[in-house]
């Protein structure tokens, strides 16, 4: 595949179980990928497969660690 430029809105959860192992295999193959994750998130974190970029939330990070 021809390496492209990709933006990620991802669901946290179980379907970015599933997004992560997809982002990573179009990483290997020279895409270039941003995820837009909440700055609070249970499941998105970081890789050196793709770039993130946040935004705020009306909640904590503590709160989410706390009550899930």
Do not use: C, N
């Not at 991802?10 to 990483?27: F, T, Y």
């Not at 890789?47 to 939330?57: G, L």
């Amino acid at each position: 595949a021809d390496g492209g430029k990709l933006l990620v809105v991802p669901q946290d959860g179980s379907h970015w179980l599933s997004m992560r192992m997809v982002l990573e295999k179009l990483w290997e193959k020279g895409h270039e990928i941003v995820a837009v994750v909440p700055d609070a998130a249970l499941l998105l974190k970081s890789s050196q497969s793709f770039t993130i970029k946040t935004y705020s939330v009306p909640y904590t990070q503590e709160y989410v660690d706390q009550y899930y």
